[in-house]
């Protein structure tokens, strides 16, 4: 029977093993998979396969710098347990990989995976190979490649954070000292766009609706006018008893601060006060002073997730943005790209009770 590409995809998707050794194992067992499975088990070829269930969040992120200093490759592998992730061929093998990322011709993590790695065939064989030979799942989880006239790079934590940051203009010393310090800033403060310019109009809407949500469903954070007016509501028979003459006790009260009612305040009326907000919400929205609340809370989140508006770091004064810092090392200095990998960011980590586990085993 002839040996088809679809085959010897399917083999690998059950075993794990390399495309010569599925290839091989399908010629010997006539196009059999089940068959082909077996045979590679019979030769070890698929250990790779019993692990491939199991949650690889740990790991590393390793940077690559070409030659010229202007083009750096950033990739993340993960690994089942840190252990590994300290593990000197494991951390040569990740090395060896972002080095090969220099060349790849996209971000594409499948390209990638089928790209050329020396003898031991692509990068999805030798990781299948290292997978067998180390005992844990692995997997290569994305890469990524950043070019300009000057390029700085981070890695934080010995491979737990890396980061890649490219700007536009010359590159003197004090420009790649200072897009050193901003990569930096990109792995502590893990900005989600450089500038407010790349937010989209459909992400702000969002962002102001959530902010608005947010507001009404926490009216005590509401402006004075606004919360007094909800309070005269909620006494109005929507609140209990209590919670109506804990009120009435605070508000004779002239020295008591506002700020701590809701500590006094049942959850349930804390419940029914925010359903009193919501339900007012167009009211409330035409409030020029809930307006000027919602566009304060958009703009600190705007500062929290742009680069260039959050404060510097490193700010002498506590107050300069990354905007005019970078404006004071040079005026042509620009920011053309940033990127930034953590290891396991996004993967969702089993918990593990031990306890439990060697319970259970000595139950057995």
Known sequence: MAVTAKMVKELREITGSGMMDCKKALVETDGDIQAAVDYLKEKG?????????????????????????????????????????????FITFVDDLAKLALTAESDDIEAFKAMSFGEEGSVQDALTAKIAKIGENMSVRRIAKASGDVVSTYIHGGGLIGSIVVGSGEASDEVKAALTNIAMQVAAMSPQYVSRNEISQEELDKIRTNTIGSALNDPFTLPKPILNALLDKAVDGVWGEEDTNILAEKRADKGFNFNYLPNFISEEGKAKLAELAVADKENIMGNKIFTGLVEGRISKQLKDICLLDQVYVRAEDGKQTVAKYLESVSKDLSLAQVVRFAVGEGIEKKEEDFAAEVAAQLNK
């Open 45 to 89: 070829l698929a250990k790779a396969a019993k692990k491939a269930g199991r949650i690889a969040a740990e790991g590393l992120v390793k940077i690559a710098v070409s030659e010229d200093g202007k083009t750096a490759a950033i990739v993340e592998v993960n690994s089942e347990t840190d252990f590994v992730s300290k593990n000197e061929e």
